[in-house]
């Protein structure tokens, strides 16, 4: 599989461009005519540093409103094209991208089309250049591939191909299935963009919003399916018009586009294993069976707080490690790892984001398959050198400069608290939490379609639909993503200021991610009870939330008097699902637990009760000296 990527795509100048594309591994590339235009270097320098990146110039575009024009504005067209051409040949680049007519004057009529471009086709064929020809989905007269594919058979020249675009087949819901009838040799080129459902014009909706493949909401497999069944085995090329990807890292943009196609075409082979898919074999999609640890960096002046909310919530310390500074907690099946060393990677993360969530482990049913998917799929792997007796649990590098461990049981990897730990104390209670519910991360949200990528290329992790969070000081974007059993769920959030309570932990923390950790309980009032006769003091809630309270689900005093005595927080959908939830005090660099109950498998994070607890969070914040738990 080849692979390519328009520069249009990630931000920079075309150097800074060209070197991320080759660090992520691309075969080539399509020059964006403006890129190229702005740079110093004449165009034989251009194709020169292409060339010494190990990259190939797949595509010279775009060649605009060539078709359809009346004279004399069609001989201006043609020696426009002439022009090109010569660039063309000084850059190194052979087929160019031609696409629909916008232009005012442009006259309609497939025969008319047909005739200009097999004209054109004859005088590229002399300098051995191939034209490809694109149905711009706002194009004047041609706005639908089936109709530029049309034209193209009709114009019959050998070096006059179609080139498909997924965003503008899918954005007009044209039915990919229609590319299975164009014979895979008159496909010249395939650009590939997906993009969030959202009803707006065409052309702004493609300038603006376009994302990598599996980032937003088209059929961009269905589309692959189509045109990997043509026989079509030329480059697979990302042109992603994206304002944030404009002003993203170069580097990150051109990874996550280079993953997003070998999720893809994973995809494509597993949905109809029939058609031929030119990538090694991986492992599918790693189903995550839940969280089997949460590790804490920190040291031996912050530990103890943390120790201390912890035994509030009603864990044990249940074993201190043979060779090291870390102990394990546990309650129900949660355990927190607690990991005051010295040295090693925990005490990097705690030099530089402070206490906090350095290392997340998920049990899976094979640690090393899921290692080898994550690489496949350009992840980077993690290794630390390895003290007398420990074993070896394959991880990988993920978000907030924090690691994820994969936990099996196959390889016995599951035995480590029994290898690695001496036990301490037996459990004398548990006040009901059971297991992790989910982990709240935040990050920029300009980073968000990234880590949504990373967690759902790599794992069984789904995406639900993504919700706006009110801070009274900005919005934050959530992005729950979980597992299709409910047994792993992570929400993304995505701060757009720093004035937000996550963009204010993302400063505080250094950009650590999680922010706070959900616990399940199997009753949440008893947890609550047993937790405030522990010490645990959770966030109060004003009285205003629960008149609302009670208008909004026509719940009774009683309830509402209980609720209200706890401080929980309560949603529920029509058919009778709720979710309940309270919240404890922010500790160091504001991380926070959440103690939730889900009635009837409700799907929810509680979004419509996140503005009374960040409101509530800020109220103890301003008021500083944060009681300790
Ligand atoms: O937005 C545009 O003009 C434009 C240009 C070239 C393309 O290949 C495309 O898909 C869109
Ligand atoms: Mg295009």
Redesign the pocket.
């Known amino acids: 599989m080849k692979t390519s990527i328009a520069t249009v795509s990630i931000a920079g100048n075309l150097r800074e461009k060209l070197a991320a594309i080759a660090d992520a591994d691309f075969d080539g590339l399509e020059i964006f005519e403006q890129d190229f235009l702005q740079d110093a270097a004449s165009p034989r320098e251009v194709g020169q540093m292409v060339r010494d990146h190990g990259l190939e110039v797949m595509l010279y575009?775009?060649f605009r409103d060539f078709e359809g024009l009346p004279e004399p504005l069609r001989t201006r067209a043609f020696d426009r094209a002439r022009h090109k051409f010569d660039l063309m040949a000084e850059l190194g680049a052979e087929q160019m991208?031609i696409?629909s007519s916008i232009h005012p004057q442009a006259l309609g009529g497939i025969d008319r089309a047909a005739d200009d471009l097999a004209e054109l086709a004859g005088i590229a064929a002399e300098r051995g250049l191939r034209l490809g020809y694109?149905a711009?989905a706002w194009g004047r007269h041609v706005n639908d591939h089936r109709d530029a594919w049309e034209i193209v058979r009709r114009a019959d020249q050998p070096n006059l191909g179609l080139i498909l675009?997924s965003?503008?087949t899918l954005s007009r819901k044209i039915d990919p299935e229609t590319i299975r009838r164009i014979p895979g040799d008159k496909i010249f080129f395939v650009?590939l963009a997906d993009a969030p459902l959202i009803d707006m014009d065409l052309?702004y909706w493609?300038?603006h919003f376009r994302n990598m493949p599996g980032e937003g909401d088209l059929p961009v497999v269905d589309f692959m399916r189509a045109v990997t069944a043509t026989g079509y085995a030329g480059p697979l090329s990302l042109?992603i018009?994206n304002d944030q990807f404009r002003g993203g890292s170069p580097h990150g943009i051109a990874r996550d586009g280079h993953r997003s196609l070998i999720w893809l075409m994973d995809q494509v082979r597993r949905a109809e294993p029939a058609l031929t898919v030119d990538l090694p074999a991986i492992p599918e999609n790693i189903r995550v069976q839940g969280v089997e640890f949460i590790e804490f960096a920190s040291n031996a002046a912050e530990a103890p707080a943390l120790e201390a909310a912890l035994r509030q919530m009603g864990f044990h310390r249940e074993g201190q490690h043979r060779n090291k500074s870390v102990t394990v907690w546990k309650q129900g099946d949660i355990r927190i790892v607690l990991n005051t060393e010295e040295t090693g990677f925990a005490h990097s993360f705690f030099l530089n984001h402070g206490t906090g969530v350095c290392d997340i482990g998920l049990r899976v049913e094979d640690a090393q398959a899921t290692t080898a998917r994550a690489a496949a799929l350009d992840a980077t792997l993690f290794h630390q050198p390895l003290g007398p007796g420990e074993l070896d649990i394959p991880a990988i590098r993920g978000v907030g400069g924090s690691i994820l461990h994969f936990i099996d049981e196959k390889s016995g990897l599951d035995d480590v608290w029994q290898v690695e730990f001496q036990s301490t104390e037996q459990a004398a209670h548990d006040f009901g939490l059971t297991r992790v519910d989910h982990l709240a991360e935040t990050m920029n949200y300009d980073e968000m379609l990234s880590w949504t990528l990373f967690y759902s290329s790599i794992f069984d992790l789904q995406r639900l639909p993504m919700i706006d969070v009110i801070d009274p000081d900005g919005l934050v974007r959530s992005q729950a993503i979980a597992s299709p059993d409910g047994s792993t769920r992570i929400t993304l959030n995505g701060a757009q200021s720093h004035r937000t309570l996550a963009g204010g932990f993302l400063v505080d923390s250094m950009g650590s991610a999680v922010q706070h950790i959900a616990l399940a309980s199997k009753d949440i009032f008893a947890s609550a009870q047993r937790m405030a006769s522990a010490g645990f003091q959770p966030l109060p809630i004003p009285e205003n939330y629960y008149d609302d309270l009670r208008a909004r689900y026509g719940l009774d005093d009683d309830d509402i008097t209980r609720l209200r005595r706890w401080n929980i927080l309560y949603e529920a959908d029509d058919d009778g699902r709720a979710f309940l939830q309270f919240y404890g005090r922010p500790l160091q660099n504001g991380l926070f637990f959440e103690i939730v109950e889900r009635r009837g498998g409700y799907e929810g994070y509680g979004a419509l009760n996140a503005p009374f607890r960040i409101a509530a969070l800020k109220r103890l914040m301003r008021g500083k000296a944060i009681p300790r738990a």
Do not use: A, T
């Open positions: 575009q775009p991208l696409c694109e711009l675009d965003f503008h650009q052309l493609s300038r042109e018009f």
